[in-house]
């Protein structure tokens, strides 16, 4: 018997105990550790019933990702099949109840469901999450839950991937019971209820299969909303078409046709790339030179500095994670705007369902606006959120460096400003870091981490640890003007604008980027974000501009005309008040003025142009802050560009999007740009070099883990 399955007896009740720390996931010797207990038990006459539980922390969380890449690879043929293990736990003359704590995810619950009957503990979680990963349940998922939960419950489970509680699970029939208090005895118990009496097996259960007219509208509503909420992907679209199998096929046919789905998805190249993403997620929380044993600084009371956009999402961010905190403002008005912008959020999220009065109640008595510095002195961390402007910083940094306790974490939420210099206005560098949150900082999941020269690191540990309590996907940058993210928009904004100046509408290059997942295309979020930020960021810097070099103008000279965007009602677009875009057609002969006056030829511009110049832009400074160590790793670049700029996750992020395209073929086609556009599209050196060795982003990884 394999190690990960154990296998023992209470009384003639059968305790199958997986044993796969940390997640029980199903890897090479766990299904064959059940097939075999199955068959033990069968053959003792001395057992009546069987329970199977998980050992440690959870029941099953699902197939072993890890060996996905390895079947797609051709180097792991597939263990034991798992639907067959299935069908063996199904056909077994003793019923099997299946002890649910924790998360029973993806394979998890399709053993479960291949159980006779499920108990569980209440708050544990199940759900078919495939369609994260690119992929639809493989081991007859999209035909056993139907029967267990209706068409409704299952097409939602299995096509939004999202866990439902244990508690709703017991209600659409999912959970035969709830067990408060010690599962396994609770579930033992339950054994001996049902020992001896008939077994259902799950598989031919079809009352709940409903009628044609029934479901068609259900599958309809599904794939138009899966066409709208998880636009551009084909595993959502597939796991509907797998459930719609179960209503119009035998278990055995719909199985077939859930396999070919299934194997169509895993060997897609949005399922490598989500899986990457998977991995990636946790994979940017592992800092190399910084012990997992790294001493935490414990946050238990936070304060903000400023009450503005971000002071006011950045202090919702900490109260909506239960640690009370200050906002301080300069004045009694802005605090008051601060306060009332904070409960309208709140209002908001009431409304749409995503908060509770409750909630959103306790979680205001946990903000405390005020004028002074007062109680900063026992906050464990205060975030600095003032306008963006170097003398400002300091001048607070140096006040914080008076009133706070010794220890407390200084952070800055600039977005471009050097945290070395912000520092240097204290007296404890080691205690000043970047947390560089984006707009709006309640909702956007990135935290740019940006650490400074002194940076301790204890503080960067308890950064990296409190971004996932905060609900945030921290990824640990190093300072260089505009970190990891705002500096490879840079480029990729300015492409846009060059090709709008060359003769492609609007419309066309952010229809193209969209088109290729984007969430908006990059001219719109300018309209967004306002025109104004980058115009003015760019004014401050136009010194550092080398002459000669083509400068992106038509965003500029739309500003000078007062046009910022969706604030003043127009920019790139025209906005109603209801801030709708309208496609704005003095814009097009504005910019094709301006382009002639400079000279700029105008001409016919394919999407796949507009894609590959915005998108290579990426790559490109991607490749120089990878070089230059200002990102760790590849992987964190995509992080950061799937959580905090749209960036489609089926694409895997930027890097990864080019390691698949193939570095050779994208280092052409920037060849090709540097040739027709000039030194702005020099190839970085580390393209230049992995394009030549044959090699990826992700090989890179592996070889330099040093950060700025
Ligand atoms: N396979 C392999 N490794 C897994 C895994 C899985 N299914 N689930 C988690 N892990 C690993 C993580 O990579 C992580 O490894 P690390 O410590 O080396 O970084 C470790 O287990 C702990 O995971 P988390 O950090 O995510 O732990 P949490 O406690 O935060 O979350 C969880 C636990 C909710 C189970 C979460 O890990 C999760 O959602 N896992 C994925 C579940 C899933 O997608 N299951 C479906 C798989 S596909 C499938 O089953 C196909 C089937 O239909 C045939």
């Avoid at 952010?510 to 025109?531: E, I, T």
């Amino acid at each position: 018997m394999s190690d990960l399955v154990q296998l023992t007896t209470d009384n003639g009740i059968a305790i199958i105990t997986i044993n796969n720390p940390p997640v029980n996931a199903l890897s090479p010797g766990v299904p064959e550790g059940i097939a075999e207990s199955i068959e033990k038990i069968n053959q003792d006459p001395s057992i009546q019933a069987a329970v199977l539980i998980g050992g440690g922390r959870t029941f099953i969380a699902g197939a072993d990702i890890k060996e996905f890449g390895k079947i797609t690879s051709g180097k792991n043929a597939g263990t034991l099949d798992l639907p067959t293990v299935l069908l063996r736990i199904e056909d077994s003359r003793k019923p099997v109840v299946m002890a649910i704590h924790g998360t029973a995810f993806g394979g998890g619950l399709e053993v479960a469901m291949a159980g006779h009957y499920r108990v569980a503990t209440p708050g544990a979680q199940v759900g078919q999450p495939e369609v994260k990963l690119g992929i639809i349940p493989g081991a007859a998922g999209t035909q056993r839950l139907p029967r267990l939960a209706g068409i409704a419950a299952a097409v939602e489970m299995c096509a939004g991937g999202n866990p439902i509680k244990t508690e709703e699970a017991a209600k659409l029939g999912i959970v035969d019971r709830l067990i408060e208090g010690d599962l396994l005895k609770g579930a033992i118990a339950f054994a001996r209820e049902i020992a001896g009496k008939s077994a259902p097996k799950t598989r031919d259960r079809n009352e709940k299969l409903g009628t044609p007219e029934q479901n068609a509208p259900i599958f309809a509503a599904a794939r138009d909303a899966a066409r709208k909420k998880q636009r551009g992907m084909m595993a959502p679209q597939a796991a509907i078409e797998a459930v719609e199998a179960a209503t119009k096929q035998s278990f055995e046919e719909g199985c077939k046709t859930e396999r070919e789905l299934f194997m169509d998805c895993l060997f897609s190249d949005q399922s490598k790339a989500m899986i990457h993403v998977f991995f990636g997620d946790r994979e940017v929380a592992k800092i190399p030179d910084i012990p997992k044993e790294t001493q935490l600084i414990p946050v238990n009371r936070a304060a903000v500095v400023g009450a503005g956009t971000m002071g006011g999402g950045i202090t919702m961010v900490f109260a909506n994670a239960g640690i009370p905190v200050l906002m301080k403002e300069t004045d009694q008005a802005a605090l008051d705007r601060g306060m009332n912008n904070i409960r309208k959020n709140y209002e908001t999220s009431v409304k749409r369902g995503r908060f509770t009065q409750q909630f959103v109640d306790e979680r205001l008595k946990l903000i405390t606006p005020t004028l002074t510095y007062d109680g900063f002195e026992n906050a464990d961390m205060v975030t600095e959120a003032a306008f963006e402007g170097m003398a400002l910083k300091k001048q607070i940094f140096g006040e914080l460096d008076r009133v706070c306790k010794p220890g407390a974490i200084l952070a800055s939420n600039t977005s471009t400003l050097n945290i070395d210099e912000i520092a240097s206005a204290t007296s404890r560098p080691q205690n000043v870091i970047g947390t560089h949150y984006f707009s709006p900082a309640n909702v956007m999941r990135l935290l740019e981490i940006v650490r400074g020269k002194a940076t301790s690191k204890e503080v960067i540990a308890t950064c990296m640890n409190l971004s996932k309590k905060l609900g945030k996907v921290g990824v640990l940058v190093g300072n260089c003007r505009g970190f990891v993210g705002n500096r490879m928009f840079h480029p990729y904004v300015r492409e846009s604008v060059f090709l709008v100046e060359e003769g492609a509408s609007v419309e066309a290059v952010d229809s193209a980027l969209y088109d290729f997942g984007m969430a908006m295309g990059p001219l719109a979020v300018g309209d967004l974000a306002g025109l104004d930020v980058g115009w003015r960021i760019r004014k401050e810097y136009r010194h550092l501009e080398k002459p000669g070099i083509r400068v992106a103008m038509a965003g500029d000279n739309l500003c000078e005309m007062g046009r910022y965007g969706q604030k003043t009602g127009a920019g790139w677009y025209k906005y109603d008040e209801n801030r709708r875009a309208t496609n704005d057609p003095e814009v097009a002969t504005l910019v094709k003025k301006w382009a002639t006056e400079a000279g700029i030829k105008q001409r016919q511009i394919s999407p796949e142009e507009i894609v590959d110049r915005c998108v290579y832009a990426l790559v490109n400074e991607g490749a120089r802050i990878l070089e230059e160590g200002y990102a760790l790793r590849a992987v964190d670049i995509d992080i950061i560009y799937i959580n905090g700029y749209g960036f489609p996750v089926y694409r895997g992020g930027p890097m990864w999007y080019a390691d698949a395209v193939g570095l050779k073929k994208v280092y052409d086609r920037v060849r090709e740009f540097e040739q027709q556009h000039g030194e702005l599209w020099e190839p970085a050196p580390l393209l230049k070099q992995l394009a030549e060795q044959g090699k990826t982003f992700a090989d890179f990884n592996k070889q330099h883990t040093a950060t700025a």
